[in-house]
């Protein structure tokens, strides 16, 4: 079996890392590209490789020569690899290359691992493709597929704004041709086509016009997607290295902090609600995204009425956010001369903006006991209800009390997560009965399930402070997708409801899963969509964390730093679907056992 690479591309899309650089030649996991693909070949035995080069030609081929002696190279150079595609460069090929065997075709910008060609080399099938089921985030030509046959091809061109993805199979650009079918179908009509009618298309087109006009079938087997990559731009290079790269995976999602789509996990650290927005409303959103990406947002007084409507209170008191996060600065400079008391532990955001600030503890039970002992000196009193990462929750009325018994303080009351809790928020209250020292700030991601789209608010019926709030927002401060949704939220409340009755559900049901686990201390109660376990100081290994997202793709978040002075470990486990909440629960108990 002889293989074919096309590696002729500028690599425009891989700019700059392509500047001084061929893209086969960039590292993935301390390896280029194409020495993997050419290992993988060797690891199978195919060792007589044909090459198409174009751009830094010589750079290619010296580097393939000396590093792989034993291979048997011939290099086909395409000089107008600028103005062509891969239809030019596999005409060159076929027009120079003896065919005198079957051949394995390879595009140049694939990362994967061996048992992937050796798949395609011991098919079944004669002229057979290799596909993966579609996913998020990738791109290129796909197919569709029936009983394994491909019934039909589409080229990126061939892909306008309605065409459907989602029941579609992404080609590796992997393929097994006989010498036959090289020889007598597909070479002439390559060619023909590429010399006389379009030489800057897709070699695809041409398999697409065979399959139609029924002068060939090609088959397809379907390879998981976690044993390839393809690598079309720099953002493809650290999805590639988080594949390929196991011990690395920890320190780029921590380097990232977010954009999770690009790393196929299961992620019990980042908190959303798992049953909201509904599929329907999803479609409602993909079907007005045309026109919501070509139109501004409103302005800020628009947006807070529209605001009201979902929280059914006074448009007065609202100020709509870009995300609950868009507060912490202006927060920081607000009260930076200010004695601040905050809950210990608490994330992060609240212990980095009032550095300086005094604590109170919160031991997993109702807390209100710690903070008034602590109350006296303050000037700024943060509640988070419930707290996180505890799960702490304490009565909305005790804390109106609270605050209503010491007008001389501002109380910052983070309901981010009180739509899990069954407590109603102190915005209810506030409405009857308004107090100037309290605001209210919630992120809207974890209940209504939207971290993508950055929304919160901050309630107070201080008006100098709301005033003072407001002038540090941009105009246009939310985007016209986050403003569609607030309008549709409006007609799906009791789906809303449905999904935070699901969610508490799946979270008794968790915790009570995490409780049977051996080594298991503790799983607190927890008013939120998420949960606090303590485990028995020995009970895990010291690199759990690690360990189970290189063994097992699923992220979990260890807070013992925060729970100062307790034994034991302590981790935060978002609450997902039940399946995956099984997954874990059986993953830890597969160490515990270990």
């Known amino acids: 079996m002889k293989a074919l690479i096309l590696a002729a591309g500028f690599g425009n899309r891989m700019q700059p890392l392509t500047n001084e650089k061929h893209k086969t030649l960039l590292k993935v996991d301390g390896e280029c590209i194409i020495d993997r693909i050419i290992s993988g070949l060797a690891d199978n035995n195919v060792n007589d490789v044909v090459v198409v080069t174009g751009y830094r030609h010589d750079e290619l081929v010296q580097h393939l020569e000396n590093s792989f002696p034993a291979t048997n ?49 011991h098919s079944e099938f004669d002229n057979v ?20 046959r491909i019934t039909a091809i589409y080229p990126p061109h061939t892909q306008d704004e309605k065409f459907e993805l989602f029941d579609k199979y ?18 002439k009509l390559l060619i023909y086509y590429a010399k006389v009618i379009d030489d800057n298309c897709y070699y695809e087109l041409i398999l697409g016009i065979l399959i139609y006009m029924q002068r060939q079938e090609i088959y397809c087997e379907i390879i998981p997607n976690d044993l390839w990559a393809e690598v079309d731009d720099p953002n493809d290079l650290t999805g590639a290295e988080f594949l390929f790269n196991k011990p690395a995976r920890l320190s780029i999602l921590e380097d990232a902090f977010g954009g999770y789509w690009n790393f196929d996990i299961t992620d019990f650290c980042f908190i959303r609600n798992m049953y909201f927005p509904t599929s329907s409303m999803i479609s409602e959103i993909k079907n007005n995204l045309p026109f919501l990406i070509h139109n501004y947002g409103s302005k800020q007084k628009v947006l807070n009425l529209k605001l009201s409507y979902v929280l059914q209170c006074s448009n007065d008191y609202l100020l709509l956010l870009n995300g609950a996060s868009q507060l912490y600065p202006v927060l920081e ?25 005094s604590i109170y ?12 002992n602590q109350l006296q000196e303050a000037e700024v009193v943060v509640v988070v209800n419930p707290n996180n990462p505890t799960g702490t929750t304490v009565p909305t009325d005790k804390l109106y009390e609270l605050a209503a018994g010491h007008p001389g303080k501002t109380f910052i009351i983070d ?15 506030l409405e009857d009965k308004p107090l100037e020292n309290v605001m209210v700030l919630v992120s809207m991601s974890k209940s209504y399930g939207v971290p993508g789209i950055r929304l919160g608010y901050v309630y107070t019926c201080s008006k100098p402070l709301l005033d003072t709030l407001s002038a540090s927002i941009p105009i246009w401060n939310a985007n016209s997708l986050a403003e569609f949704y607030l309008e549709i939220l409006l007609k799906n409340k009791s789906a809303f409801r449905q999904s935070l009755e699901q969610s508490i559900d799946d979270r008794e049901a968790f915790s009570r899963d995490l409780e049977s686990i051996p080594g298991v201390h503790c799983v607190f109660p927890s008013g939120a969509n998420f949960l606090m376990v303590q ?30 002075g307790a034994e034991g470990r302590y981790f935060r486990f978002a609450v997902r679907l039940p399946h995956e909440n099984r997954l874990l629960v059986d993953a830890l108990r597969k160490y515990l056992a270990n």
């Open 170 to 187: 992404k080609t590796l650009n992997i393929y097994k041709f006989t010498r036959d079918f090289c020889v007598n179908e597909f070479k």
């Open 333 to 357: 400079k607000l009260f930076a001369n200010s004695k601040v008391l905050i809950p210990e532990p608490t994330f992060g955001e609240y212990s980095r903006v009032f550095s300086g600030s």
């Open 73 to 121: 190279f011939q290099f086909v150079q395409n000089t107008r690899y600028r103005e062509t595609n891969n239809i030019y460069s596999m005409a060159l090929a076929f027009e120079e290359m003896e065919l005198n065997d079957d051949l394995l075709l390879i595009e140049s910008d694939l990362i994967f691992t061996p048992e992937v060609i050796s798949t395609i080399i």
């Open 129 to 148: 493709a290799l596909v993966s089921p579609y996913v998020t985030g990738l791109d290129g030509t796909v197919v569709q597929i029936a009983e394994n």
């Open 535 to 564: 485990f028995d100081p020995h009970a895990l290994h010291s690199d759990i964390v690690k360990m189970m997202l290189e063994n097992d793709a699923i992220y979990i978040k260890e807070v013992s730093a925060k729970v100062v």
């Open 361 to 372: 503890q919160d031991s997993g039970e109702d807390f209100l006991d710690n903070l008034q």
């Open 415 to 429: 309901e981010s997560f009180l739509d899990f809790s069954g407590q109603a928020s102190i915005i209810q209250l």
